[in-house]
RNA sequence: UGGGGAAUAGUUCAACGGUAGAACAGCGGACUCUGACUCCGUUAAUCUAGGUUCGAAUCCUAGUUCCCCAGCCA
């Protein structure tokens, strides 16, 4: 495909609308987009919305979006944070080549202009504390006061920043300011903080500098600095955009970029919040930042959701500038799409039930075959082993079935997948009165799975034979929060106390224990599954992405 | 009561003065060796009130509701 084509595929959403607006005018050569984190936590669904939007809008219109990390401050960034949203980037599909670049290659620039701008007479070293700055800047129906320090000599300021930089003061003694307008309605516009002296060392800068640009002073220039031409963030920056440009209009930047902002990503029952997802992992509400349960990229991953699933859905989810929030729904109908396709089918009981079949000879086992994907015969088969004593999921069983209740029963006849149809006889209870096996007799002419006789049975059911079967943990992934709108500000109280379910007693088919281990399955009548990390010899461990839609589920509660 | 934004089916997104459309969810049906998948059908919306216009979701006026902003966080 072209990249002309690419654009006419583009999406319609109002960023390219923009972006085609602007190449139509004629008023860039082509397109420059970043992705900008800040390396203090781990990459979430909602960073996939933003990564898809920047690398796929520079490629949908032969462009190219950089890798940047917003790296300011030094007191909340850590190198293992950098390391995971490189891995989480490249995993959800996209490649910045090589335009990696960090913030922190700019500080040098970032400092010059700050003399510049003092020079102009639009910055000033200011000395109040912070507690004096806050009461000062006013409220958001009262303008603020000016400094005290407003109005220092250009040669004093210079003076007092350099020695901020050579680390002649304690953090907090003093801050660069812009000098603009502390009367503004827009607070963001009252001489905003340019630098603030941070005796803390940095992960790419080391001990360099004991003064760090604050986030407004330096993304702006940093976006001028690689000449990106679209600089898209979240709507909360909407009211940073007139300082945004007015940096630019101020300084000698080498190009002229230009923010836009659209809605962050919200879904039910999960906070995207990375202070959320930080609290959630330090205080061992969750195993990690891969939790399966986490709405992280990492944890995701873990759970077994594919990366094209992750950009189906945020191609489904479109972008705007409303507020809003997703149903959790359409990201399990995106992972479904994508592993109907792709996974392989297996057979799996994650709650087992014995079975015997009395008539079928003791000591006796054959082989069957079974399709790998019923709907890609290229796929191929395997043979799976049965024999006289099998195991089914407890669920494909009722004493007393209501009448919409197709599995087995008393005297019922089912299939068993591309196995024989077997009639259930007699049921084995324990002293508790709970089923522990079943009695059933099976029909030698079903072999395969159809009957010569041409007759029909309501329902097929999976199974693994008994003998051959291997044990597994599987996992059971639920909501991690109970309700869909979780209060992000006490989140503790909404987490959902059964988030995780473990099975320990599963039994899977054998070719499960061979299988390549990061291939995503089917577990037939049930789900999508994937083994975990956790797995050892003698002690398999499986997760499960997603369930199979289940209407039998919505018949039974009504 | 300052500044900045947003309001369209249950949800998310289209429609850019000319028949309000899609996806997901829901409901009904067909098919089926997965109660899956697939297919068919179907319910369902322009925040309110005025105005401009032959014609308004779209333009204007007034209002309502919701979101963001008072870090030396990003």
């Known amino acids: 495909m072209t990249s002309d084509e690419k654009a006419r595929e583009a999406g319609q959403d109002f960023i390219r609308d923009i972006i085609r607006a602007d190449l139509e005018a004629g008023r860039h050569k082509g397109v420059v987009t970043r992705f900008p984190p800040e390396p203090n936590g781990y990459l979430h669904i909602g960073h996939a919305k933003s990564i898809c939007l920047n690398f796929g809008v520079a490629e949908e219109f032969g462009g190219r979006c950089h890798l940047r990390f917003d790296d300011t401050n030094p007191t909340r960034e850590e190198q293992e944070y950098i390391d995971a949203i490189e891995r989480d ?64 000599t250009v040669e004093e300021n210079l003076d007092l920043l350099r020695r ?33 002296i941070l005796h803390a060392s940095h992960p790419r800068t080391g001990t360099a500098w004991s003064i760090y640009p604050s986030y407004d002073y330096a993304h702006g220039q940093s976006d001028a600095i690689e000449h990106i031409t679209h600089s898209i ?30 809605a962050r990503l919200n879904l039910t029952y999960t906070i995207l919040s990375k202070r959320v997802l930080t609290e959630l992992v330090r205080g061992g509400h969750v195993q990690g930042w891969d939790d399966p349960r986490m709405p992280t990229l990492a944890g995701l991953r873990r759970r077994g959701v594919p990366p094209a699933a992750l950009r189906d859905f945020v191609k489904r989810i479109g972008v705007a500038k409303a507020n809003s929030i997703v149903d959790m729904g359409l990201l399990e109908f995106s992972v479904r799409e994508v592993l109907n396709r792709t996974a392989l089918r297996r057979m799996a009981v994650l709650r087992p039930l014995k079975v015997v079949i009395e008539n079928y000879p003791e ?25 006289r004593e099998i195991f089914v999921e407890r669920d494909d069983f009722m004493e007393n079935p209501p009448k919409k209740f197709y599995r087995l029963s008393p005297g019922k006849e089912v299939r068993l997948r591309y196995a024989y149809f077997i009639t259930c006889r007699e049921v084995v209870k324990n002293a508790a009165g709970e089923v522990v096996e079943l009695r059933c007799t099976y029909d030698p002419a079903t072999r395969g799975g159809n009957a010569p006789d041409g007759r029909k049975v309501q329902a097929t059911i999976h199974w693994v034979s008994a003998a051959d079967s291997v044990p597994a943990e599987v996992r059971i992934y639920n909501q991690l929060f109970a309700k869909p709108d979780p209060d992000a500000g006490n989140f503790a109280a909404d987490l959902n106390p059964n988030s995780l379910e473990v099975l320990a007693d599963a039994r899977l088919e054998p070719a499960l224990a061979g299988d390549n281990a990061s291939e995503p399955v089917q577990f037939e009548r049930q789900g999508y599954f994937c083994r975990d990390p956790d797995s050892r010899p003698g002690h398999l461990v499986f997760n499960r992405t997603v369930g199979l839609r289940d209407t039998w589920a919505k018949v039974a509660k009504a």
């Open 89 to 152: 980037v490249r995993w959800l599909g996209f490649d910045w080549g090589k335009h990696l670049y960090h913030a922190s290659d700019y500080f040098e620039q970032l400092y010059a202009w700050a003399e510049h701008l003092i020079r102009a007479g639009k910055a000033y070293v200011d000395d109040q504390s912070q507690e004096e700055m806050r009461a000062s800047r006013g409220t958001l129906t009262e303008p603020g006061r000016n400094s005290p320090f407003r109005e220092r």
């Open 164 to 196: 901020m930089r050579a680390g002649e003061f304690p953090n907090g003694a003093r801050v660069l300011r812009a000098k603009i307008d502390m009367g503004a309605g827009n607070i963001n516009l009252r001489d905003p903080v340019l630098y603030r």
């Open 233 to 262: 963030c979240t709507l909360e920056f909407e009211d940073h955009r007139p300082l945004y440009d007015w940096f630019i209009e101020n300084l000698p930047v080498p190009s002229r970029p230009r923010q836009y902002e659209f």
């Open 363 to 387: 000591g006796q086992t054959e082989e069957l075959e079974a399709a790998n994907h019923p709907d890609a015969p290229d796929a191929g088969a395997r043979r799976i082993r049965f024999g």
